[in-house]
Structures are given as structure tokens and as C-alpha cells.
């Protein structure tokens, strides 16, 4: 079992920067691939970032690289996701996920755990 919490979520002018935390509680966190998703009003839940288990392969969504990182400390069992160059597309509430298996998907069904989600809200 895997709890998750996000934070650093807020409001930010177009342009700017922010970083998203998520601190996992349980054991063996680098089993877990974890991921970033977003909600944005009116649509569903889409992927953003993905990042394995030992930290080494990375997925992204074509409309944030370049702008987004994921990375992740196992010994903190924490992942971030540093956003920059934010765009106003990209208000939504972030959620984070773990994946207790191998790989780094971008399919929503994969990942077993999730946060409660933090708003990010870009204004122009």
C-alpha cells in the first residue's frame, strides 16, 4: 500500500515557475514508476510525466517538453515534477500516481495509487 501527497501547487503568472512534490509513505518506493496527471475544466484526465522506478527513463506529453521535469530522490521517497515556462493551458489539478510494476506508462489504467491532487492556476 502507497499514500501519496502533492504539494508546491499555487497560482503563478504566465512564464513562471513551479514545483510540484509528491512524498510517498510505505516501503520500497523504487518498485513503484510513478506519474504525473493533469485535469483541466472540461476534460478528462490526461497524462504529463512519467518517470521509472530506479529514475533512469522518462516519458513526457508533447505539450510540455522543454518546459516540464520530472526526477525523483528514492531515499525521500519523493518525486517532483519543475514546471516552467507555464502556459494558462496548463491550469489544472495535478495528481500524482504510483505503478507498482515495471515501465514508465502514460495510460492512466497502469497506475494503482493516486494522490488527492493540488491546483495549478496560470494566469495570463
Known amino acids: 500500500q502507497v499514500q501519496l501527497e502533492e504539494s508546491g501547487g499555487g497560482s503563478v503568472q504566465a512564464g513562471g515557475s513551479l514545483r510540484l512534490t509528491c512524498t510517498a509513505s510505505g516501503r520500497a518506493f523504487d518498485d513503484y514508476a510513478m506519474a504525473w496527471f493533469r485535469q483541466r475544466p472540461g476534460i478528462e484526465r490526461e497524462f504529463v510525466s512519467a518517470i521509472s522506478g530506479s529514475g533512469g527513463n522518462t516519458n513526457y506529453r508533447d505539450s510540455v517538453k522543454g518546459r516540464f521535469t520530472i526526477s525523483r530522490d528514492n531515499a525521500k521517497k519523493t518525486v517532483y515534477l519543475q514546471m516552467s515556462n507555464l502556459k494558462p493551458e496548463d491550469t489544472a489539478v495535478y495528481y500524482c500516481?504510483?505503478?507498482?510494476?515495471?515501465?514508465?506508462?502514460?495510460?492512466?489504467?497502469?497506475?494503482?495509487?493516486w494522490g488527492q491532487g493540488i491546483q495549478v492556476t496560470v494566469s495570463s
Open positions: 500516481a504510483a505503478d507498482q510494476g515495471p515501465g514508465y506508462s502514460s495510460q492512466l489504467w497502469h497506475y494503482d495509487y
